[in-house]
């Protein structure tokens, strides 16, 4: 009698079959987006990174004049547009710096002072030649200091796009007066102070989800900034001028400071800063904000920012 598979071993063969290639299929999709989730987490972590370190070395360049006297035009600010750290705001931050950090060695801006505003462009914002995401516009000192500097004229400004995959940002800094409380640290959403650099502050990159239907996940990093101890308690300027003391001694009448941007006067003078640039005075100006208007200083004076 020949041997051969019954019709219910055939179909119970093939169903088998059938269960194992969907679980296969099923486990190699698995693996693979996986792998290509963490490839793409890995891509956006080293993204950030560079974020942080362009952020971190512009705010550790940040111009201090050596007066301490409270300046619009070179203090940090932070406008708080994003109270409650949600993923589709953004805070804006605003100072003074030197170096080459952010706009490159190449930039017409690297051996100058120049005015780095920091904020998240939304996608309704974006045109195609603003695009969406975390961008710098930087202006020259040669602009933004004269009276007569017009904030509306987007030919003043350069745009350096920093990170496409960053839809909302938050700032916080280490309080001025009281950095610590009970051991912990006094995070503030905003900082009026200017010519003043904070101790710490708290960047919180929301990035946008890999998937739809996912929602944006927080990257956060502390950045210590080393100019904080000289911002906030800067040296004693001598105003004594060229003459005699009392005792009848002639005097140079030459002042002395500390500060990244070399020397510079209370006066309002200018120093040389590194690179061969000139580092601007205490001698007050306007802050652009990210839309051409101005923030308001510190002393209480109005302003507009769009």
Known sequence: MRRGF?????????????????????????????????????????RVDYITAQVAYALRSAYFPTSGQASNADGFMLLDENERNEPELSDVITWTKLGHSIVGRNSRFAHSPHRVTLFVRSEKDADEEHPAGLVAQVIGEEKFRPEDFDE?????????????????????????????????????????????????????????????????YPIVRVLEIPLWDISQNPLKTDSTASGSDKNG??????????????????????????????????????????????????????????
């Open 6 to 46: 019954t019709m219910v071993e055939m179909l119970l063969s093939i169903m088998i079959l059938a269960i194992m290639t969907i679980v296969s299929t099923m486990v190699f999709h698995t693996v693979v987006r996986n792998w290509t989730l963490a490839t793409e987490m890995a891509d956006n972590m080293q």
């Open 249 to 306: 001694k002639k005097t140079s009448g030459r002042k002395s400071g500390s500060g990244t941007g070399g020397k510079s006067g209370a006066g309002g003078g200018s120093a040389p800063g590194p690179g061969g640039g000139r580092a601007p005075g205490p001698g007050g100006g306007r802050m652009p904000g990210p839309g051409g208007g101005r923030m308001p200083g510190p002393g209480g004076g109005g302003g507009r920012m769009r």
């Open 152 to 216: 509306d004229d987007e030919t003043n400004w350069d745009w350096f796009l920093l990170g496409s995959q960053v839809q909302g940002f938050n700032c916080r800094v280490l309080d001025k007066n009281e950095p610590f409380k009970s051991g912990m640290a006094n995070w503030q959403d905003t900082w009026d102070t200017s010519n003043c650099i904070p101790r710490r502050v708290q960047l919180t990159f929301w990035m946008k989800p890999i998937d739809d239907d996912k929602d944006p």
